[in-house]
């Protein structure tokens, strides 16, 4: 189990508590420092379930400058998300956490973390 954290999130640190309380075996990847390739979070996007667009921070003064709330969410586009996420990591929602079971999970709740836990 890897989990993808920004130590300065609140969310990323209360996911770490809790796999911590769980005694969870994991490894931690500061994303902004150790920032993912685009062959990266195409396999994590692909564990997820999820498109490029599902997991980015439309909120963030990257994501303005860009322009993405205008950007096309469509197959044609998915290339250009995927480098936009890799160009810009701060833009990529947090924590996620790949599961042992191969799929993964955008961990913001208790919930989402919990499930993680459970996918053997």
Excluded at 17 to 24: C, Q, V
Excluded at 78 to 96: E, N, S
Aim: net charge negative.
């Amino acid at each position: 189990m890897e989990i993808w954290i920004n130590p300065a999130c609140s969310k990323c640190r209360s996911a770490l508590s809790l796999l911590d309380a769980e005694g969870a075996d994991y490894t931690v990847r500061r994303y902004l420092e150790d920032v993912p390739s685009e062959d990266e979070i195409r396999t994590v996007l692909d564990r997820l379930g999820l498109e490029p667009w599902d997991i980015t921070r439309t909120q963030e003064a990257a994501a303005k400058e860009l322009g993405l709330k205008e950007w096309a969410r469509d197959e044609e586009s998915r290339d250009r998300w995927i480098a936009a996420l890799a160009a810009h990591p701060k833009l990529i929602q947090r924590p996620i956490i790949t599961a042992e079971d191969g799929t993964a999970v955008v961990g913001r709740s208790e919930e989402a973390v919990r499930d993680a836990l459970s996918r053997k």
